[in-house]
Structures are given as C-alpha cells and as structure tokens.
C-alpha cells in the first residue's frame, strides 16, 4: 500500500489566540481551529497546549503524529536562526529568550522549523496569495502596528540580527514625528498603524472646525477608529480625505524607497487597515509612482493582500515542506 500523503502543522502563534492548520503538501488548509494563548506564569504552558492540541485534534481525525512532517510556527518577534530561540517577548509572557523550536520538537517529537510572524505572512502571500507565485515580493502587514517582509530569489531576508524587513520602522516624518515603540520618532507605525491613523486624526480633529462627518462622530463618542476615518473619507467627507490622502503619502514613500532598494514583482499590502481597499491603495499607488524610480514605478505592482487572516499558517507550512520534505 501507498504512504498516505503528509500533512504539515501550522501554527500562527499570537498575543491574544494561537491559531492552527493541518495543510496539504500543495498548501491547501484542510482543517484549522484556534486557541487561546495562555500568557500566565511567564508563558510557560504555550508550547504544551500547542502540542496537545495539535494531537488532539489528529485524535480526532483518527491519525497519528506518523501523518505530519512537521511543524511551522510563526512568531510575534525576532528569531534568533541559529539556535531557534525567540528574543523576549512580553506579550506572551516570556520575559528572557525563550528556546521555541526546542521546546516544541521536545515536546512533540516532530521537526520544527520557527519563523517570525510577518515572515510567515509574506511566504503565505507569496505561495499561495497575491504574490502569486513571485520570487521577489514584499509583504506590509497594516493593523495595530506595521509589520514587514521582504522574500528575495524565493528565500525570506533576514539579515545580520534577524531584523531585516521591519517597515514599519522606516523614518517618514524626520522633524516632529510621533514617538515609536521602539525608541525613535517619525516611524511609519506611528503613522500608518491602525493605531497611527487614529493618532493623525485626532490631530487633525483638534483643528477642524463643524461641518465634518469625521468631527461629528467623534464628538458622539469621543473616539473614532481609523475604519471610521476610511468610512468617512468614502462619504466624500473633506477631513477624512485630508487624513487618507496623509496616511497614503506616508506609505507611498515607504514603499518606494523599499521598491528602489528591492524592485520586487509585488508589494502586498496585508492587516486590518488592508480592508480600506482602494480607498487607500489607490492614494498610496500614486505617491508610489511618484517617489519610485521610474522603472521600478512601472514594473513593481502593489496589491491587497489575499488571504486574510490563513496568511500565517500558510506561510509557516511552506516553510516545513521547504525544509523537511527532502528528508522524507
Ligand atoms: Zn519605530
């Protein structure tokens, strides 16, 4: 008899929900369920509920770990490659680095191959999504801050530290920039983030006289969200307009300065803000043209990205059949 086709695990490891997938070796999802990430007593029950999880559920579908070539998992931040550890994450509760592949693989007795999550978005994409197939392409995630990847010749860049691709620290405002998590100002995060489109309204807001869709809202709830600036600005509302069109200059700008440095087939623009659609990228693709060199403005294309939230365990299963399938 034939050896049944293996499955790949996935696993998209985040701050607040874990979310897993059984793939086939063609990246199709066959099965996927989350659950939550247990950040209590510094992290320490993560990578057993993972585990157990994952058998849990080939339980359920009557397999065994005999079924899996391995597991990928994505990260919430820097990895150091050569040894497979994760450098402090606080918001998992891991509070020194923490020795991920190895305690996974230990707990689980599969291969695994660990990466950091805005990575995994980008190779999902590449795979699978708005990439299609493209061996160079750059992978934006837009939610409650900015994440990159950058995928040169098919492999992901990772450069001296494992830091390579963070645009969203990027500097786009050099003189009075908001100040960054990250210790600078000016960031693209603190600007182009769900969180800095907000932070660009409100500015805004404090100015503008009545009359504007945008400032009634907030003045109801004394709050807004940046899908409420989008909705706005699609109402024709001038305020909301003025700050896309902002938001729009500051990612162009980014982006053609990536694009110069990398010309890759696509940029793809991912994460929550994403869901503005042309509203924002149709801004953010002409200031894009205008900042690029000119060949890299007509031959690099930016898209919305294309799988939504499976981009990560998509990516992180590419991984695994990129690095375990030639063992078999
Ligand atoms: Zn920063």
Redesign the pocket.
Known sequence: MMAKEKWIAAVDLGGTSVKLAFLNMDGEILDHWSIPTDRSSKGRNIVPDIAKSIFETLHAKQETKDRLLGIGLGAPGPIDYSTGRIYKTVNLGWEDDYPLKQALEKETGLPVVVENDANCAALGEMWKGAGNGAANLVCVTLGTGVGGGVIANGDIVRGAKGAAGEI??IVVEIEDGFS?????KG?L??VASATGIVRLAKVELERADSGSILKEKFNANQDISAKDVFEAADGGDDLAKRIVDRVAFYLGFALANIGNSLNPDYIVVGGGVSNAGSTLLDPVRKYFKQYAFPPVGESTKIERASLGNSAGVIGAGWLVKKEFSREQ
């Not at 960054?180 to 600078?184: I, L, S, T």
């Open positions: 969203g620290h960054c998590n990250c210790g600078k960031c995060e603190t």
